[in-house]
């Protein structure tokens, strides 16, 4: 590993001036990020770890919705007994990232701040109609993911916490790469008063995007057969060794089917 | 430089490091228990696994900054004595290793399992719980049946032998 200065600020408004600061990075549970800095891929010169602001952690449910603090492990949101009942699907979503050791130490407000095309959570704000709360505003989740690894953060403006909404049914599939775990493909569907929603995570170019043909069709008739027949277009998905755009075209709908029988 | 304290197999220690030192460094290079492995450097194979405040973790994946205060629990820190903790004795008996590279890993990703899930582990619990732990020697049968017998073992002592 290269040479960094590390922080690690006991409140919420030093962090966001060290993050302010010229090539920081914040650092939460550091399953991308120190990855990703042995490999040069990034190479901030100081890290603001918020590992100390246990105000950041914790899992409420109220009026509705369930909030998660930035800094609440997966496996935390994956074992909640609040979670699982309110939100069945974010429970089974935070359970099925990575392995145990990086549940036990990952965080939601990494995953989400970090829109890795590739990772769970952003599909879940998006089908949720979730609300991104920072240490300045408050931000729609269909305002927040802005593309490839990109979101509407700015500099020093730090993730705090997600609010979900309860959908009356929903549910997550996600067909995984098996040396990774990250997907391949993975759908959310969520389905409640505003209307369906159908995220897909892992295969577009630009990150995390809806099938607005799916919601029209699961919205008149919510069954896996109103979708069967709906071809997701290729363009636009991503080619690699693990999957070609056909491929992930076709995943996206089998996963989608998959996620409506599986939703409750 | 930087100072950290952390409390490693029930000792507090405290040295002066650079800030960039991973933990599985500083568990190998400053205190030289070098029973915990890194294999790929990557946070994928899980031979770097330890218990940080009795979870498992992959310490190459994480700063000892990062864990400034916590309580560690290493390979080195399982057996009392000369006797093998019950996880340990269950892979030898089993012959759950060949090379034994990813061994302390396996057996501290096997004790966090038991203390999450109970000494009462079927085999597919055990299997997707070892996601995180690659092996290149065993084909994994061996080491699925030593978790299993281990987890039998550990019952009635699961709480004294966790840490």
Redesign the interface.
């Known amino acids: 590993?290269?040479?960094?200065?590390?922080h690690?600020p006991d409140s919420l408004g030093s962090a966001a001036a060290l993050a302010g600061s010229a090539d920081a990075k914040i650092?939460a549970g550091?399953?991308t990020l120190?990855?990703t800095m042995?490999?040069r891929l990034a190479a901030p010169t100081s890290?603001v770890?918020l590992?100390s602001l246990s105000d950041l952690a914790g899992i409420s449910v109220a009026g509705g919705k369930v909030t998660i603090g930035a800094m609440t492990r997966h496996?935390d949101v994956a074992a909640s007994e609040e979670v699982r009942k309110a939100i069945p699907a974010l429970a089974d979503l935070a359970g099925w990232i990575?392995?145990?050791?990086?549940r036990?130490?990952g965080t939601i407000g990494g995953s989400v701040a970090n829109n890795d095309p590739a990772a769970d959570y952003p599909a879940a704000c998006l089908a949720l109609g979730a609300t991104i709360v920072t240490n300045m505003r408050e931000i729609a989740a269909d305002d927040f993911f802005t593309g490839l690894f990109d979101t509407a953060l700015e500099e020093g403006e730090i993730l705090t916490g997600i609010v979900f909404p309860i959908p009356a049914k929903a549910a997550y599939q996600k067909f995984r790469n098996p040396?990774?775990?990250y997907a391949i493909v993975g759908v959310f569907v969520a389905q409640s008063a505003a209307g369906v929603r159908v995220t897909v995570t892992g295969a577009g170019e630009n990150g995390v995007f809806r099938v607005a043909s799916f919601e029209e069709a699961l919205a008149k008739d919510f069954s896996a057969k109103a979708i069967e027949g709906i071809v997701v277009p290729a363009e636009g998905l991503n080619s690699d060794i693990h999957a070609d755009a056909v491929y992930r075209a076709n995943l996206i709908n089998v996963m989608a089917r998959r996620a409506v029988e599986a939703a409750r | 430089m930087?100072t950290v304290s952390m409390t490693v197999n029930g000792k507090l220690v405290s040295r002066d490091i650079?800030?960039?030192t991973?933990l599985a460094q500083f568990l190998r290079e400053e205190l030289r228990l070098t029973g915990t492995h890194v294999g790929c450097?990557?946070?994928?194979c899980?031979c770097c696994?330890v218990h940080?405040d009795g979870?498992?973790?992959?310490s190459c994946?994480?700063?000892a900054?990062?864990v400034?205060g916590s309580h560690i629990t290493t390979i080195e820190g399982l057996a009392h004595g000369q006797e093998l903790h019950p996880m340990q004795a269950a892979f030898r008996d089993h012959h759950g290793l060949q090379c034994g590279f990813c061994t302390p890993g396996m057996i501290m990703?096997a004790v966090?399992?038991v203390n999450r899930k109970g000494t009462n582990l079927d085999d597919q619990t055990i299997r997707e719980?070892l996601?995180?732990?690659i092996c290149r020697c065993t084909g994994y049968h061996n080491i699925v049946k030593a978790v299993h017998y281990g987890a039998e073992a550990m019952a009635g002592t699961t709480k004294a032998a966790a840490e």
Request: glycine share 8%.
């Open positions: 590993m290269y040479p960094f200065t590390y690690r650092l550091g399953m120190l990855p042995k490999q890290l770890d590992n496996a990575g392995d145990p050791m990086v036990h130490r040396a990774s775990r | 930087a650079d800030p960039r991973l450097d990557t946070t994928q899980g696994t940080v979870k498992a973790m992959k994946t994480l700063l900054l990062g400034d990703t966090d399992m719980e996601e995180g732990n």
